[in-house]
């Protein structure tokens, strides 16, 4: 008898352990965790400037690989296409090969393991490493959207905050792994992120939505921990930048990190108990009488009452916003080309700053220490503005009907201020200067993707909303390498010219002072500027739509379904 409760017990026990792990809220969580590791391109300045002393690379090279890595990090056209015509796992099993093999082999050139390859080829291999983050962005974030579409600004705000967490995140393993040797950062990187999507390939996939009932109280409360790991990660910044870690003190530091990633599974399995005991009950309840009637009416779901135009037809012809539009319908149009306008120079403003962070810290005389401290706040500002982005603009469109791009015109505009205390060189305002730049480069991301979803549907948004993320690095390509790179190198060489000194092949090129990028910051706040206005003629134009129920077809939806 007792061998039959046991065994009745661990029946129980696997039933309960394939429920969550099968569940919604453990792809969420598996989400969260793939998200967490996917941000190696934005903590380039910790590693960049080993890239350039050891490869004898100029500032116009360096960003010139900068821009390679943004171009990979956002063109995602092609995870998006792959992720139209096979399940997710399969783009996050390409991404995790792309990331290993790119950062692997800047790896191996930095610690001169190979010869020293060709500009074109580190371009390549960086760009190979970046690109890995579109597909864990589109296998991870494009599910978890179309699984949530009615919490789609919490949704991308929360994911994206885990990606602008990851900086940070990788920073605090790296030293408790590696020390302070920066350049086995650039091998952490390459291994890390890869192990942590090949434990959850299978995990994230397509499922039936339950209903928005209690989903934003659990995405509450997965932010409540998500604010808790971004404090920690702010009072360790603070504390190794005044204090000198030990090896121990680096691994305690790690370890509640860890501790604190895998804090939401508590939420999620709480949750999936509850989920599993009232099913349980369910169960054991008689069945509903069913009457049959000769001619029952035909019941479709809304999204099947509508004949599907395949993706090539009716280019100019586009429905109304709100629909589904098809991937030619949607590039060409006007709402699409003035978005992509305002990110281009919106953001690429705001990136070209955060891929010059490094080496403005070292022109403006800050130490090495404050540095890496200004990339780490980054990382942390960058969540926080992806998170009350996406929490704060899914609010207030919901109460309010406060537009989404309304939103991104005041984010614009206020990172103008913090390109005008880098034009300026204000004593220490470099601090305050990386906290703007990182919440308003991340503030715009899930404001961005959202207004996406929102005007031209969810069909196609896989591919649809890597079209927004490919404005950024053609901006940044104009403001980063054609204008603050020249205008770098050749104040750097004006230097060299008053010290009688001329520069040896091989040598890389350092300027120092307020002028390396006092033009370069005062151009690209004028182009911020002109991001804002092209955003505000967005505001207008949709200012119509967004005073209507614009989530009202998928509550529709949801109650044919049920």
Known sequence: MAAAELSQTGGATLNLLRHVITSRWFMVFACLLIMSMSGATYIFGIYSNDIKTSLGYDQTTLNLLSFFKDLGGNIGIMSGVINEVTPPWVV???????????????????????????????????????????????????????????????????????????????????????GHNSKALILLIAWLPAAVNCVFLRVVRYMKTDGPDNEIKIFYQLLYVSLGLAGFLMIMIIMQNWLVFSTAAFAGSASVVLILLLAPLLIVFREEFNNWKINKVEEKKPGPMIVVTENPPPVQPVAA????????????????????????????????????????????????????????????????????????????WNYLGRVTSGFASEIFLTKYKFPRPLMLTIVLLVSCSGHLLIAFGVPHSLYIASIIMGFCFGAQWPLIFAIISELFGLRYYSTLYTLGGGASPLGAYILNVRITGYLYDREAMKQLAVKGLERREGEDLSCSGVECYKLAFL????????????????????????????????????????
């Open 305 to 380: 009452q509508k004949k599907q135009v395949p993706w090539w037809r009716d280019v100019f012809k586009a429905p109304e916003r709100g629909e589904d539009y098809n991937i030619l319908q949607a590039l060409f149009s006007i709402d699409m080309i003035i978005l992509f306008t305002a990110i281009t120079f919106g953001v690429g403003g705001t990136l070209t700053a955060i891929d010059n962070l490094g080496q403005i810290g070292k022109a403006l005389g800050y130490p090495t220490k404050s540095v890496t401290t200004f990339v780490s706040l980054v990382s942390i």
């Open 92 to 178: 996050l099993a390409i991404g995790v090969a792309m990331n290993f093999s790119g950062y692997f082999m800047i790896w191996l050139a930095v610690t001169s393991r190979i010869p020293k390859p060709h500009v074109w080829q580190m371009c390549l291999y960086i760009c190979i490493g970046a690109n890995s983050q579109t597909f864990s962005n589109t296998g991870a974030l494009v599910t978890c959207v179309k699984n949530f579409p009615q919490s789609r600004g919490i949704v991308i705000g929360l994911l994206k905050g885990f990606t602008g967490l990851s900086g940070a995140i990788i920073t605090q393993l790296f030293h408790a792994f590696y």
């Open 523 to 562: 151009i690209i706040t004028a182009t911020t500027m002109i991001g804002c206005i092209v955003s505000f003629v967005l505001v207008m134009r949709t200012r119509k739509f967004y005073r209507g129920d614009i989530y009202k077809k998928f509550r529709e939806q949801e109650l044919v379904e049920t």
